[in-house]
């Protein structure tokens, strides 16, 4: 969806380096969602962001910390990452809470830990 | 909190034929949302189809169409004269209120020719 991307697309990192992906969106919407993509485990909600600088938890948000400074951006990072975290990110935007025609999603970033 | 299962970790139908993949879901509420997203190796999300919970007329996008049991707390689609390009990831949805989208495991779809 061009209003929003996500960057980089693929990353290959090594263990314990810090790593930030990107996600920027043009929809001026309020919302905005990391998840994280594995086999078996559909879609998982990583940390959300209702504001700037409003974020909160999801259900497997530790080893991530999120940023969000502008409405247009917000930014995932691992501190220090491990080889459980490679995985496929995606970020997604709703313009409120109740989103009740869904989220839309980026092209997702292709992150391996070696 | 919720959980949403997709029991069907694969399937495989001829082209033009019709296949049905499964979900079902766990909620003790009544109102809320149910969404199918088509996931293709471009790996772009793409919504499919959504079905609101206090409508029993069931949904239906062309060849997609929803088969949405409330009480059984099933929500399967329905694709019919399958296409090359239906070949995909399909995720099930849930959404209530201000909570956020909850994903089963997805189903992955082969389309043979």
């Known amino acids: 969806d061009a209003g929003i991307t996500q960057s980089p697309r693929h990353k290959v990192t090594e263990t314990g380096t810090p790593v930030t992906l990107r996600c920027h969106q043009t929809?001026?919407?309020?919302?905005m969602y990391w998840y994280r993509q594995d086999p078996g485990h559909g879609l998982r909600l990583i940390h959300y962001?209702?504001?700037?600088?409003?974020?909160d938890k999801g259900e497997v948000s530790d080893g991530y910390s999120v940023s969000r400074s502008k409405t247009e951006d917000f930014l995932l990072t691992l501190e220090s990452a491990t080889s459980s975290q490679t995985s496929v990110y995606f970020c997604a935007i709703s313009a409120g809470s109740e989103a009740t025609h869904g989220y839309t999603f980026g092209s997702g970033t292709r992150l391996t830990v070696v | 909190a919720q959980t949403v299962t997709q029991s069907q970790p694969e399937m495989s139908v001829q082209e033009a034929e019709t296949v049905t993949l499964s979900c079902t879901y766990d909620t003790s509420e009544s109102d809320y949302y149910l969404f199918w997203y088509k996931q293709p190796p471009s790996r772009q999300m793409i919504l499919v189809i959504r079905q609101e919970a206090y409508k029993q007329q069931n949904a239906t996008e062309n060849r997609f169409s929803v088969n949405f049991q409330k009480a059984a707390k099933s929500f399967s689609l329905k694709i019919s004269d399958s296409q090359l390009g239906d070949a995909a990831m399909y995720f099930c949805a849930y959404k209530r209120g201000a909570q956020k989208l909850v994903f089963g495991q997805g189903t992955r779809l082969t389309i043979n020719p």
């Open positions: 929809e001026n919407h309020r919302y």
């Open positions: 962001s209702y504001g700037v600088k409003d974020t």
